[in-house]
């Protein structure tokens, strides 16, 4: 292994993945061209699935700690609720989204990056590479203008919707642009009568103001400017606004961030072309709708990570590697799907659908079981992998997790340093086989079975890759003699 994994992008979504990768032992570069990362908010949102997937690699901590619990999403049409939608709910121990700006988002991983060796190479800029049967020669130019020509084992293009990997390597950004505007501010706000930690919509016959809380008095506010072209606002325009469509009594002051943006929804076909991967924008972008566009890349580099690190250390065939763009690609299938129609529901015009509108989400969240349904998909805890090539075992006609489903594995002593599958079963003779049949790919600690019988493989990013009947061990054994490397049986 001593070809680096290169990954383009210091964003979030590179930060993960080269957290990842180090985190598994695996050679890691990143490079970004910026001399800082960002000191704007930006992605707000974390989501429970990527808090889980943060705790399970040992790292969570550290966010919790530095942002804002919001416990609750609130739906308004001017200063009367409409819907409130409680996380306290959601199928998770972390039962809040949390608020924390972007920039915090990459320090902390910068941070624990530094503690496993790694650093971010700023400046420095990849200007071309060549995929090769063995390894990606690539090209890096520093900041004075030196090149470089590295060897690396895999490229990882984690560099944004603009990004120069995916143009180097000729993919489409399939998609469309919606016809709206938007402007948005960071500023202080008070005289909000409202929860201060819960994000709030309120809607209007013009148009829609969004508040996210960043902390204590400190709000993301977000309005649809219709038709009108994009323009940078100020403070007096986003004023104007909230008194218009908001509930009244806001004052708004301080900004230390005023832009404007338009609304794409584009994505790549495949995430993979040889020996180069796509992850985050680079390989979709779509409607911040729902909050979802930077756990989505972020979790696309913690599906990618464990089946890489697994290939370059050897211990599983290089196939495992080819359910990441199938998997992934469906995820962004269905928040597209999910994030368009949010889109569309809060910038409705036409006043008789408004009055509608508002009349079926103040009915359907009435209702206790859609209220935790739309929680549970906001929070990502329902995104699975049903159509994965990975997935083995029954698929029906039993209880608990199906192959392609999320399953939270707990042990009573974790390695999260190695990304190895978990057995949920009997703890027996034939279960302890396995284990020492497979070391390299099986933690050796037993999982608690939580129901009477039943066999559970779960990867390491927390699905299921096969499920067995009680005692039915030749479905595990057929899954991992099909993906292992044979001399490390």
């Not at 988002?105 to 200007?127: A, D, M, N, S």
């Not at 075992?393 to 190695?418: A, E, F, N, W």
Request: net charge positive.
């Amino acid at each position: 292994m001593s070809k680096p994994v290169l990954v383009i992008g210091a964003g979030p979504v590179g930060l993960t993945m080269a957290v990842e990768l180090a985190r598994y032992g695996v050679p890691v570069r990143i490079v970004d061209k910026l001399p800082t990362r960002t000191m704007q908010s930006r992605a707000l949102a974390i989501w429970p699935r990527t808090l889980e997937l943060l705790q399970a690699a040992g790292y969570v901590e550290a966010f919790i700690a530095n942002g804002l619990h919001a416990k609750a999403l609130g739906i308004y049409w001017g200063n009367k609720p409409l819907a409130r939608i409680p996380f306290k709910t959601i199928s998770s121990c972390f039962k809040y989204v949390l608020m924390l700006p972007q920039s915090e988002t990459e320090r902390l991983l910068e941070e624990y990056l530094k503690t496993l060796g790694g650093t971010v190479e700023r400046e420095t800029e990849l200007t071309d590479f060549v995929d090769k049967k063995d390894g990606v020669f690539c090209t890096l130019t520093h900041k004075e203008g030196e090149s470089e020509t590295l060897e690396a084992a895999w490229l990882i293009g984690c560099d944004g919707a603009h990004s120069f990997v995916r143009s180097q390597l000729g993919l489409a950004f399939e998609g469309n642009t919606f016809p709206v505007s938007f402007v948005l501010a960071d500023v202080h706000v008070s005289g909000l009568s409202i929860p201060s930690d819960e994000p709030a919509i309120f809607w209007h016959h013009d148009g829609a103001v969004m508040l996210f809380p960043i902390y204590q008095g400190r709000y993301r506010v977000i309005a649809d400017l219709g038709l009108a072209p994009l323009h940078m606002p100020n403070l007096e325009e986003m004023q104007a606004i909230m008194d218009q469509r908001g509930p009244g009594g806001i004052t708004l002051s301080d900004p230390v961030w005023l832009s404007d943006f338009g609304v794409n929804e584009r994505k790549v076909r495949e995430y993979r072309k040889g020996r180069v991967f796509l992850a985050g924008d680079a390989a979709h972008i779509h409607s911040p709708a729902g909050g979802q566009g930077m756990n989505m890349g972020m979790q696309d580099a913690f599906n990618l990570a464990w089946k890489l690190a697994l290939v370059e250390q050897k211990k599983v065939k290089p196939f495992l590697l080819d359910s990441y763009s199938i998997e992934r690609s469906a995820v962004a299938r269905q928040i597209f799907s999910d994030s368009r129609r949010m889109t569309k529901v809060v910038l409705l015009k036409n006043r008789q659908l408004q009055r509608v509108r508002n009349f079926i989400v103040k009915s359907i969240f009435s209702i206790p079981m859609a209220r935790h349904k739309i929680a549970n998909r906001l929070a990502g805890v329902t995104i699975s992998y049903p159509d994965s090539p990975l997935n083995a075992g029954l698929t029906r006609g039993r209880c608990g997790p199906r192959p392609g489903q999320r399953l939270i594995v707990r042990h009573d002593s974790q390695d999260s340093h190695v990304p190895h599958f978990s057995l949920m079963a009997r703890d027996d003779a034939k279960a302890q086989d396995m284990i020492l049949r497979y070391p390299y790919l099986l933690k050796s600690e037993i999982c608690s079975l939580s129901r009477k019988n039943g066999i559970w493989l779960v990867r390491p990013d927390g699905y299921v890759a096969a499920t067995a009947r009680d005692g039915e061990w030749t479905v595990i054994e057929e899954f991992l003699s099909n993906i292992v490397v044979e001399h490390d049986c």
